[in-house]
T-cell receptor, first 115, second 113 residues
Framework: DSGVTQTPKHLITATGQRVTLRCSPR?????VYWYQQSLDQGLQFLIQ???????AKGNILERFSAQQFPDLHSELNLSSLELGDSALYFC??????????????FGSGTRLTVV | DQQVKQNSPSLSVQEGRISILNCDYT??????FLWYKKYPAEGPTFLIS?????DKNEDGRFTVFLNKSAKHLSLHIVPSQPGDSAVYFC????????????FGKGTKLSVIP
């Protein structure tokens, strides 16, 4: 157990729908990162939050949004889902803004299947 | 444009031999590099890192080499064990930015008993 909890583990939904993925960071970590891993792709950075504030945005679609709450858990909202959104979504956390020494601690991911 | 490239999607090595996984990067601002290991149905786990002020970092059976002039790093595993079979991701970050990690596509290592 890495200490980063992601729910749900699996999600199957129809095109056009909206889903929410949840992440609880490791105790003491203030930064949360969201990554998407599609088939045959590496981990694509989506967005980062640090202590409740958005810090950096990557290749995140306008249909996607995220937030980090006062208790530091984070949610990634995906709307108007398309078949191409099917992927593994990973959440990671780090103590500081960068986790320079040991990188991030990843959760086990949420597998989203859009049918 | 891929800033971190792992050009070998897969690698097979005999148990006990050396495994060498390669990674190239294009962004000159990257100054910190990491390797992650990922087993199926699990998230990536941190393996080893190296700062750009060094050219080698060692941790047990794992050694990472950095060649800044060539923008190339490699991960050596000696000796390779069947439990090392996993997907290995190379990642890089820049101290000039918000430190988010940029990942390669990964190399699947299979260690054959």
């Amino acid at each position: 157990d890495s200490g980063v909890t992601q729910t749900p583990k699996h999600l199957i939904t129809a095109t056009g729908q909206r889903v929410t993925l949840r992440c609880s960071p490791r105790s003491g970590d203030l930064s949360v990162y969201w990554y998407q891993q599609s088939l045959d792709q590496g981990l694509q950075f989506l967005i980062q939050y640090y202590n409740g504030e958005e810090r950096a945005k990557g290749n995140i679609l306008e249909r996607f949004s995220a937030q980090q709450f006062p208790d530091l858990h984070s949610e990634l909202n995906l709307s108007s889902l398309e078949l191409g959104d099917s992927a593994l979504y990973f959440c990671a956390s780090s103590e500081t803004q960068g986790g320079r020494s040991y990188g991030y601690t990843f959760g086990s991911g949420t597998r989203l299947t859009v049918v | 444009d891929q800033q971190v490239k792992q050009n070998s999607p897969s690698l097979s090595v005999q148990e006990g031999r050396i495994s060498i996984l390669n990674c190239d990067y294009t962004n000159s601002m990257f100054d910190y590099f990491l390797w992650y290991k990922k087993y199926p149905a699990e998230g990536p786990t941190f393996l080893i890192s190296i700062s750009s002020i060094k050219d080698k970092n060692e941790d047990g059976r794992f050694t990472v080499f950095l060649n800044k002039s060539a923008k190339h790093l490699s991960l050596h595993i000696v000796p390779s064990q069947p439990g090392d079979s996993a997907v290995y991701f190379c990642a890089a970050s820049s101290g000039a930015g918000s430190y988010q990690l940029t990942f390669g596509k990964g190399t699947k290592l299979s260690v054959i008993p």
